[in-house]
């Protein structure tokens, strides 16, 4: 049973909503490696997002939303 784990990149003009979909108790997902508030190196080309954690793991994500950062 596949499930979507959603991620969110800021940078100080932009918000990028990204989607991961594994299966449901797999390992391979992303959420087990990332640390909220921490870096991300990252890379766009067209609708997908390619990250790299600073592990050096790299993953590719599916872009759901590119658009500009809303000021709070």
């Known amino acids: 049973m596949p499930a979507v784990a959603v991620y969110v990149i800021e940078t100080e003009d932009r918000r990028l909503e990204l989607e991961d979909i594994v299966s449901v108790g797999s390992r ?39 658009g500009p950062r809303t000021k709070r």
């Open 28 to 66: 391979g997902s992303v959420e087990l490696h990332v640390t909220i508030g921490g870096p991300v190196t990252f890379a766009l080309s067209r609708k997908t997002a390619y990250i790299r954690l600073a592990d050096g793991k790299e993953y590719r994500l599916r872009i759901a939303s590119n």
